[in-house]
Nanobody, 123 residues
Framework: VQLVESGGGSVQAGGSLRLSCTASGFPYSSYSMGWFRQAPGKEREGVAAIDAGGGVTYADTVQGRFYISQDITKTTLFLQMFSLTPDDTAMYYC???????????????????WGQGTQVTVS
């Protein structure tokens, strides 16, 4: 299993970024996928998730600014981020889980596979 994030970088407040996560080694279409972030000294938090049926969930802090999507044919997950603020500065990770059911899609404890992360810095 491999999850490889890309697209992070440094932007000014109000700017935009698009993160990508290319997945391999598991049946992507059967898994729920999520984006998580962790800032120094803070707990890892769920940002957005998309389940195997295509349903999406967003954290309140990013609702209306971030959008999760995927290209199943390319087994790639995206996170489009708009109106970035310094509070969005963090390492961003994509993750995959099977059989999420009714569990919280934004809880990182339910995810089995993780990428190495991509840094987003907003100043």
């Amino acid at each position: 299993v491999q999850l490889v994030e890309s697209g992070g970088g440094s932007v000014q407040a109000g700017g935009s970024l698009r993160l990508s996560c290319t997945a391999s080694g598991f049946p992507y279409s059967s898994y729920s996928m999520g984006w998580f972030r962790q800032a120094p000294g803070k707990e890892r938090e769920g940002v957005a998730a998309i389940d195997a049926g295509g349903g999406v969930t967003y954290a309140d802090t990013v609702q209306g600014r971030f959008y999760i999507s995927q290209d199943i044919t390319k087994t790639t997950l995206f996170l489009q981020m708009f109106s970035l603020t310094p509070d969005d500065t963090a390492m961003y990770y994509c993750a995959a889980t099977y059989g999420l059911g009714t569990r919280d899609p934004l809880s990182w404890v339910h995810y089995q596979y993780w990428g190495q992360g991509t840094q987003v810095t907003v100043s």
